[in-house]
């Protein structure tokens, strides 16, 4: 007798037999290389009755639907489903460090409400087309793709808001991801978000850089990002706007800080190439760490460089004489 499950809209698991079903009462736990596991809190007669086990371990391909509901699509002869979907019903709650939290409530036969968490472990990155995925530990376990633009907040970290429906009360609701973490600028062509030191998570994306030349007054990095379909009738083209302070240090160095949530502070380094031009200006041509070429320069005029440090100004002055000079660079991952 063939054994079929899916998943009602109260997030209750419903078992077919033949042509007998039943809702056992219990509750969904994420188990290793992220299986899906039910556990029945029915009386032994009860499961005996309908040749039931207190645990049911669900594997298959995980994915992420058009309304952020997590689906796992059952692949197992070895419990005689024929690529059953279960689809859970729920929220996303926290992102980062590795992990994914996801948020169900279901409701039982007698009314009683349910609340679980859902812990995931994977990799965020970002794919081809510049969307956030979330590609879970075991490689047949599935990749989560978030279709929607992402976006950067007040505090420079990088969000995600989507609109979903509620199954259960047939409403509509607004949820926001944020993932905590800082920017390093890497190569002419890539913009790449750390999630946090350690993490094997960071999200890579194809850019193209907005704002060649660069005013240390302005304090800005504008960036064009395309997000989504190639097509260039659904491709959302963004642009991706990084806030900081340019500093030079003693060896001439060159730095930028960026400030986000809670006061941290995280500064990208750069090499760079020194020129002097005619009109009193210093521009450094940044470099990244294969001292190629960036494609950002930095102008910085020599009335701007007098208030900011005037020993710095007098040193930089001093090298005009060569025309040109050359910073070293480190990258502080």
Same mark, same amino acid.
């Given at each position: 007798m063939s054994t079929h499950y899916r998943i009602d809209k109260n997030n209750r698991l419903v078992v077919k037999k033949g042509k007998k079903s039943v809702r056992p009462k219990g509750s969904f736990s994420i188990g290793p290389a992220n299986t899906l596991i039910y556990l029945l809190n029915e009386p032994r007669p009860w499961r005996k009755e309908y040749d039931l086990p207190q645990r049911i371990t669900?594997?298959?391909?995980w994915e992420l639907n058009k309304n952020h509901d997590l689906v796992l699509r059952i692949k197992d002869p070895s419990f005689g $489903?024929?690529?059953?979907?279960l689809v859970l019903n729920g929220e996303i709650i926290s992102a980062g460090n590795d992990k994914l939290a996801f948020r169900i409530s279901s409701v039982d036969k007698n009314g009683l409400s349910q609340v679980r968490i859902l812990q995931f472990k994977g990799t965020w990155q970002a794919d081809s087309l510049n969307r956030l995925t979330f590609s879970l530990t075991k490689r047949r376990s599935g990749i989560l793709v978030f279709k929607n633009a992402w976006q950067l907040n007040n505090n $420079? /970290?990088?969000?995600?808001?989507?609109?979903?429906r509620e199954a259960a009360e047939n409403t509509k609701s607004s949820s926001e991801i944020t993932f905590s973490g800082h920017w390093q600028i890497v190569s002419a062509n890539q913009l790449t978000y750390i999630l946090s030191t350690g993490s094997s998570s960071r999200f890579d994306f194809k850019v193209q850089l907005e704002t060649p030349n660069v005013y240390p007054q302005k304090g800005m990095i504008k960036y064009r990002i !395309?997000?989504?379909a190639r097509q260039k009738r659904l491709n959302r083209q963004n642009i991706v706007s990084l806030? !900081?302070?340019?500093?030079? !240090?003693?060896?001439l160095g060159l730095t930028f800080e960026m400030e986000y949530s809670r006061g941290k502070i995280y500064a990208m380094e750069f090499g760079a190439?020194?020129? #002097?031009?005619e009109n009193n200006r210093c521009i450094f041509t940044l470099k990244d760490s294969e001292n190629k070429d960036l494609g950002a320069r930095v102008v910085f005029t020599h009335k #701007?460089?007098? $208030?900011?440090?005037? /020993?710095?100004f007098l040193r930089l002055k001093y090298s005009q004489k060569e025309k040109r000079a050359d910073i070293g660079l480190s990258f502080p991952f």
């Open positions: 669900l594997r298959g391909r $489903q024929s690529s059953d979907s $420079q /970290e990088l969000t995600y808001i989507y609109r979903r !395309g997000i989504g806030y !900081g302070t340019w500093k030079i !240090g003693r060896n190439e020194i020129k #002097f031009s #701007f460089l007098k $208030q900011l440090d005037a /020993e710095l």
